[in-house]
Nanobody, 114 residues
Framework: EAQLVESGGGLVQPGGSLRLSCTAS????????MSWYRQAPGKERELVASIDATGRRTNYGDSVKGRFTISRELAKNSVNLQMNTLKPEDTGVYYC???????RGQGTQVTVSS
């Protein structure tokens, strides 16, 4: 059974940056389409970014385009989310998700506040 673990969240001021990582035990993430999504209180779940198995195709939610970058780090068996120019509206719990296996991590909290 795939277990995904997110890390890298925290408290950051507006305009700051964070780098989230999603690692896995029991499988190689580079074989799968992967995504990050977020959930904020009172808001619907939002797809933030996705990356295909080759790593060549990425997709971003409109609200994060130009600020976030999803990538793979094969040596660490991870899928990362570099988040720059963070805004208060980016606050939420961020999850990595492996749709094919319906696997999701426990999430990592990102709070953007001054």
């Amino acid at each position: 059974e795939a277990q995904l673990v997110e890390s890298g969240g925290g408290l950051v001021q507006p305009g700051g940056s964070l780098r989230l990582s999603c690692t896995a035990s029991g499988l190689r993430l580079n074989n799968y389409y992967m995504s990050w999504y977020r959930q904020a209180p009172g808001k619907e779940r939002e797809l933030v970014a996705s990356i295909d198995a080759t790593g060549r195709r990425t997709n971003y939610g409109d609200s994060v385009k130009g600020r976030f970058t999803i990538s793979r780090e094969l040596a660490k068996n991870s899928v990362n989310l570099q988040m720059n120019t963070l805004k208060p509206e980016d606050t939420g719990v961020y999850y990595c998700f492996l749709p094919l296996l319906s696997s999701r991590g426990q999430g990592t909290q990102v709070t953007v506040s001054s």
